[in-house]
């Protein structure tokens, strides 16, 4: 009962971490009509200042909203696909490191973008796990188009290949593969 009460003063602790992203969220969608207008050579131009930036200050919550409003805008120019709001909330939760629990058909390998680029920026790789070989490939070549817009490198790993075509794919800025792969 007392914990009942308290939720009801106070929500979950899901609508209260929901409620510190949402102004995440609005200065995302601030930044939206800023990167409309840019060129793909400026939004790429804007990728290698955000690795400056993360080289001075260590510091990817700072360059947040920018990285995830310039996914947002090469998801649209390449896949025609616009991230939504409760699919920002997601990325920003999963950078944070909780858990984003989403069903089928609500985006989860467009919301895997936003943190991914994100780290990206650090210049450590970046890896993104699967099921199996088949998504590893797909999602590769699906959600890549967005990385390689912005000037990233984007790589597979599968049960398929041998050492060296591996060692090739781990120097990616973001790979994919299953589990049993990394």
Not at 43 to 65: M, Q, R, V
Not at 130 to 143: F, G, I, K, P
Request: charge should be negative; aromatic fraction near 10%.
């Amino acid at each position: 009962m007392l914990n009942s009460l308290l939720q009801k003063i106070f929500g979950s602790r899901n609508s209260r971490l929901l409620s510190e992203y949402k102004p995440i969220v609005i200065k995302i969608n601030s930044l939206e009509s800023k990167y409309q207008c840019l060129s793909q050579e400026e939004l790429k131009e804007i990728t290698f200042h955000l690795k400056a930036e993360y080289a001075k200050s260590g510091n990817l919550d700072d360059l947040l909203a920018e990285a995830f409003a310039l996914v947002r805008e090469a998801s649209v120019r390449t896949l025609g696909m616009r991230h939504y709001d409760e699919q920002i909330l997601g990325g920003i939760a999963l950078h944070f490191g909780k858990i984003a629990e989403m069903k089928t058909g609500e985006g989860k390998t467009l919301v895997s973008t936003l943190p991914a680029y994100l780290n990206s920026l650090s210049t450590e790789p970046v890896f993104i796990i699967t099921v199996n070989d088949y998504l590893a490939r797909r999602d590769s070549e699906w959600m890549g188009k967005i990385y390689s817009y912005l000037g990233l490198s984007v790589g597979v790993i599968t049960s398929d290949m041998d050492v060296v075509e591996k060692k090739e794919q781990y120097s990616k800025d973001i790979v994919y593969g299953t589990n049993n792969e990394f």
